[in-house]
C-alpha cells in the first residue's frame, strides 16, 4: 500500500488515510461547505452514508438518490465531484470503467475539487492487474447488481460482450491529475467497500 501511496503523491494527487468508512463520511462533511457537489454512482458512497450529510450545507445532486438525465448533468457540471474507482494501480494510476460515460466524465475537467473514494480492495498491483481487476471484478460484479444481460453476470467473467446492456463502454486512467482540474484526492479507507 504504501508504494501505491507515494506514486499517487508523486503524480498530483492529494492522498489522505482513514481507518474506516464512518472516519471518511466525517472528513468529507467536514471539509465541503457551501459549495455544489456531483456524486457518481458507487456502492462505496453509498457504503459511506454520506449524501444526506453533505445535502445539509452544500447542493449534491445524485442520481442514486434522485434518478433522472438533469441530476446526472447538474452532477458533471458540479464545482466538486465524489466517485470511487474500480481499481488504483501500483504506479499510482487510478482507473474507472463506464457505462454511459458520466462518471468519468464527472472526474476529468473544470473541477475544484474531485475526490475518489476507495477501500483497501480496490488497491491493486501493477498496471496490468488493475486493468484485470476493473474489467474482470469490479464490471461483472457491477453488471450483476444492475441485473444486466451480459455474459458476465452469469460467469463473473469479462467477455467483451456485443451485448445492448454492456456496462464498459469508456475506460478513463488517470495517469496524473489533469491541468483542468485544480484539485485531485484520493481518500483511501482501511476496509472493503464496493467491489
Ligand atoms: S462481458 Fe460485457 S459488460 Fe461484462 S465486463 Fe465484459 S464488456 Fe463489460
Not at 464512518?22 to 449524501?51: E, Q, R
Not at 481487476?133 to 464490471?139: D, G, V
Amino acid at each position: 500500500m504504501e508504494k501505491t501511496l507515494e506514486n499517487l503523491k508523486k503524480n498530483g494527487f492529494t492522498v489522505t488515510c482513514c481507518p474506516t468508512a464512518k472516519d471518511a463520511a466525517d472528513y468529507l462533511a467536514g471539509s465541503l461547505h457551501g459549495k455544489t457537489i456531483g456524486m457518481g454512482g458507487s456502492l462505496t458512497l453509498a457504503a459511506l452514508d454520506v449524501y444526506d450529510r453533505l445535502r445539509a450545507d452544500n447542493t449534491v445532486y445524485w442520481h442514486q438518490a434522485a434518478p433522472g438525465p438533469d441530476t446526472i448533468r447538474e452532477a458533471c457540471n458540479a464545482q466538486v465531484y465524489l466517485a470511487s474507482a474500480n481499481a488504483v494501480s501500483e504506479e499510482g494510476y487510478i482507473l474507472n470503467i463506464d457505462g454511459r460515460g458520466n462518471r468519468v466524465a464527472g472526474t476529468l475537467m473544470a473541477k475544484e475539487r474531485v475526490i475518489f473514494v476507495v477501500g483497501r480492495n480496490k488497491l491493486a498491483g501493477p498496471m496490468s492487474e488493475a486493468l484485470d481487476r476493473a474489467r474482470n471484478t469490479a464490471a461483472p460484479a457491477n453488471a450483476k447488481r444492475l441485473d444486466k444481460k451480459t455474459p458476465c453476470a452469469v460467469d463473473g467473467t469479462c467477455h467483451d460482450c456485443v451485448s445492448p446492456d454492456r456496462i464498459c463502454n469508456a475506460l478513463v486512467v488517470l495517469w496524473k491529475k489533469p491541468s483542468g482540474c485544480d484539485a485531485m484526492e484520493v481518500v483511501v479507507v482501511d476496509q472493503e467497500l464496493g467491489y
